[in-house]
């Protein structure tokens, strides 16, 4: 499921559907990017047609897309399980569609007092996405449904996190700390935004120099190979080079980085990225939420781990800290995997423009794209890889020259 309207169609598909998917890039995407996609779907939910303003859900097949409509997209290609999972799902749904409005048929009739989503039609006020309880699916297993109709919940995802990451860098915290949960919160966007930027200023590079742009058009092992090094290096070493200045002393006034200072500030971003999300009901909320639940309790064990330590606590330290962040990380696995691969099919079918800017747009975007989901699947890890001894000392400082 990729785009919904009116709230209750989602909330009905995820909570009823045998195998819900719903990747929560996608759906905001279409959402807040307004991404182009049109489907049967569309003059029903257009409140300027006649029959329009109806609420509904949109779902299609992502993935394999390399052939959509050309000479090879044939039926031979649809494999068997698709077509049985479809079939599950839409038949479930539509019995629960249906007594749902059955419901709301009801309640009109007996003048209660409902939702406006069932009355809007007439008023011709359009059934927009977002009206409803948050959702997502569970590795396609099962769906959850969060959210307005169930505020605690809603509040624990979306609040908590940023709420306890305050607690513990400021209530009764020092000054130093303080200072350095800010720094490390600033370091964390700087890799955020250079795993981003990094790999598409490398790929619009590399298309103006070579003249040939989406050569990775229907290779994923190509396309990773062409943008995920440059991804992982820009979210790994801006980390690095901020323990690096506190280190050899170009920042004399500060105190030097630690672990733990990088990953209470991963922690407060995330943090705040996941109230604003949640704030905006956007389908990305639970994600982030998750990412900061895991940080905020990854970063406890590590600020009580004494400095410099080497010992078995370290280790300890790293295994409590990987668990923490491993939940938010599996959910993120197939959303980023979803992400990258629609990126590339798409981008790739868009095809490139005039040069020389048209020429890097599709490469440009393609490594936005990668990074953005390097990001979502290993943006929590980062803080504790890059600053970590044993990665810092032999990966960081024999080619970079850093002192440690």
């Known amino acids: ?24 890039t996608i759906r ?14 569309s003059v029903f939910r257009d409140p300027t047609e006649p029959h329009g303003n109806l609420p509904g859900i949109d779902i299609a097949s992502m993935l394999g897309g390399y052939t959509y409509h050309t000479s ?19 038949f479930e749904a539509t019995k629960a569609f249906a007594t749902k409005i ?10 209660d007092d ?60 020092k000054k130093d700390r303080r200072s350095r949960a800010a720094r490390g919160a600033k370091t964390t966007i700087r890799a ?30 190509l396309t990773a190979a062409l943008f995920a090094p440059p991804a992982a290096a820009g979210l790994l070493y801006p980390y690095a080079d901020a323990r690096r200045k506190s280190r050899v002393g170009v920042r004399a006034d500060a105190p030097p980085l630690s672990v733990a200072d990088c990953v209470d500030g991963a922690a407060l971003v ?19 939420a998750l990412w900061a639940f895991g940080l905020v309790l990854a970063g406890s064990p590590w600020a009580r781990l004494r400095r ?28 980023a995997y979803v992400t990258f691969v629609l990126f590339s099919e798409k981008v790739g079918i868009l095809g490139s423009h005039v040069w020389p800017i048209g020429l890097a747009v599709g490469d440009a975007v393609m490594g936005a794209g990668v990074g953005t989901a390097a990001v979502l699947l290993a943006g929590g890890f980062a803080p504790a890889i890059s600053c970590s001894g044993a990665f810092y000392t032999k990966v960081f400082h024999p080619p970079l020259g850093f002192n440690t």
């Open 270 to 288: 995330s943090s705040v990225l996941a109230a604003v999300v949640g704030a905006a009901g956007a389908a990305m909320g639970y994600v982030c």
């Open 308 to 335: 410099g330590s080497r010992t078995a606590a370290a280790a300890t330290t790293g295994f409590f800290a990987f668990a923490c962040l491993l939940p938010a990380a599996a959910l993120s696995a197939p959303i």
């Open 192 to 221: 955020w935004v250079s795993a981003v930027a990094l790999p598409a200023a490398c790929g619009a590079s590399r298309a103006l120099v070579s003249g040939r742009p989406l050569v990775w058009f229907g290779k994923p092992l």
């Open 72 to 90: 090879v997209d044939d039926v031979d290609r649809v494999k068997p399980g698709m077509v049985q999972a479809y079939g599950e799902n839409v």
């Open 114 to 173: 409902v939702s406006g989503n069932e009355s809007s039609s007439s008023r011709r006020i359009p059934v927009g996405p977002g009206t409803g309880s948050a959702l997502f699916d569970v590795f396609g297993a099962f769906g959850v449904v969060y959210g307005p109709k169930n505020r605690v919940l809603h509040g624990v995802l979306h609040a908590v996190p940023l709420l306890a990451c305050l607690a513990r860098t400021t209530l009764g915290a």
């Open 102 to 111: 059955s419901e709301i048929s009801e309640g009109i009739s007996g003048g």
């Open 28 to 41: 905001d995407l279409v959402r807040f990017a307004s991404l182009p996609v049109d489907t049967d779907f």
């Open 1 to 24: 499921m990729f785009r919904e309207t009116g709230g209750w169609p989602a909330e009905v598909y995820v909570s009823t559907a045998p195998r819900p998917v719903t990747t929560p």
